[in-house]
């Protein structure tokens, strides 16, 4: 059955059709999100959501969204999406960060120009019929220093622009690297030096805890007499009263905001006063970007519900389609192992401790290791998936490590997955043959060859003669069909397992009927998905 979307703000017709157009059945209503009722009233129905601003994905609407997998926001801000109820639920949230770049990047360039120019107030007053041309006298951005708050992929574009303005640019960002500073053509300083050098300054990060009232008092109390200062990126970033304050002062020349604390901002300290330009959050608005993000989510979702691929999530590591059509066959392994692990103990487990070997060990670990502990974790709840186990692992406080090494045996890839309780270790590990089948190789320190089916039974016991016979008479007593059959023994007389893949799921009658015996240490009957 294809996977249906819902686009429940507005979109453009092209992105829609690419939905239709790559086999996904979509809904195009785009009035809905604004009706938070009617659209939990359906949203039960789809696999995906798509939107803009207008659509709240809240916990409330996620509890009801049973099918939903991934929702796609065309746009860089995800505000109105509960990023840690999704990932709770295991929906992957994606969003579009490069599409409206260079509009944003524009208007940032745009609002500099406009506030070292008095451009809106000029017109104003030319338009009221004054000629007040020696009230307007401005400055030159040529020569001048441009303090770049944030050197990501916005800020990065601004600085580009900058250079080529012939200004001086210095970058304050502890993720900006000295090659990537120097590719730019920017100094990288601190941002103690940025404020006391800049005369201009323009913010490009985003709002967290760390970044909130990133220009304070305090901080614009530290900026050069006559800043100015612009803001494309988010609200929150500047203290609104103390920038108000220190433009009524005249310690800041001028400011140019497209983005508020409170929006839409219908009241602001910063209104009415002389050389402030506000624009309504328009970094975006353009119809190029309008289009290209658009476009882009639709593509993006369409990918992950066909492929697997995934992009620009929000709460999952990112898989593009290549690496999904390698690691697909890796990622069941990794999901069998976990499995395997999670059915074996009822103990509360304190650890899980992945090692990759191997070719295995340069490809995406993170979706990997979310594979494992999905794998784990399903034994005790089975909606746990790729994107909520890491989540609830950590809710439970397991602690997970992973270990990469060159190729060391027989193989030239496999995973070994060790679990660790507070009474014992257990650990397994697998391959991928050329078949891209997994399968066990090892299981407790015992080597052996498993193909992993559906339904499994797996024993230990001493090893004795008699063992092959009494499983064999048992399962044909029972009509239970034997589809493959392993052993692997830690030498004669010592510890024997047994792996059987089976056609069908075995009767807890049977377990008990091998458990009377006496024969075996351990007998367990283990279930995988291997659709």
Known sequence: ?????????????????????????????????????????????????????????????????????????????????????????????????????????????????????????????????????????????????????????IGGIVCNRAVGLHMKVVAYDPFLSDERAKTLGVQKVELEELLARADFITLHVPLTDKTRNILSAENLAKTKKGVRIINCARGGLIDEAALAAALKSGHVAGAALDVFEVEPATDSPLFNLPNVVCTPHLGAATTEAQENVALQVAEQMSDYLLTGAVSNALNMPNVTAEEAAVMGPWIKLASHLGAFIGQMTEEPIKAINILYDGTVAGMNLAALNSAVIAGVLKTQNPDVNLV????????????????????????????????????????????????????????KGINIDAEIGAHMLYTTNEDVPGIIGLLGMTMSKNNVNIANFTLGREGIGKQAIAILYLDQAIDPKVLETLESTGMFQQVKALQFEVA
């Open 1 to 153: 059955m294809a996977p249906r979307v819902l686009v429940s703000d507005e979109l453009s017709e092209t992105a829609v059709q690419i939905f239709r157009d790559r086999g996904v059945e979509v809904d195009y209503m785009p009035k809905l999100g604004k009706d938070k009722d009617a659209l939990a009233a359906i949203i039960d129905q789809y696999d995906g959501l798509a939107i803009r601003s207008a659509t709240k994905a809240t916990e409330k609407l996620l509890s009801v969204a049973t099918k939903l997998k991934v929702i796609g926001r065309a746009g860089i801000g995800v505000d109105n999406v509960d990023i840690p109820a999704a990932s709770k639920k295991g929906v992957i949230v994606m969003n579009t960060p490069f599409g409206n770049s260079i509009t944003t990047a524009e208007h940032a360039i745009a609002m500099m120009f406009a506030v070292a120019r008095q451009l809106p107030e000029a017109n104003a007053s030319t338009q009221a019929g004054k000629w007040e041309k020696s009230r307007f006298m401005g400055v030159e951005l040529f020569n001048k220093t441009l303090g770049v708050i944030g050197a990501g992929n």
């Open 388 to 443: 909520s186990a890491p989540i609830v692992a950590k809710d439970k406080g397991i602690q997970i490590s992973t270990t990469r090494q060159d190729k060391t045996g027989t193989f030239d890839a496999y995973i070994k997955v060790t679990m660790v309780t507070e009474s014992r270790e257990r650990s397994v590990a697998g391959t991928c043959f050329s078949d891209g089948k997994p399968r066990f190789i090892q299981i």
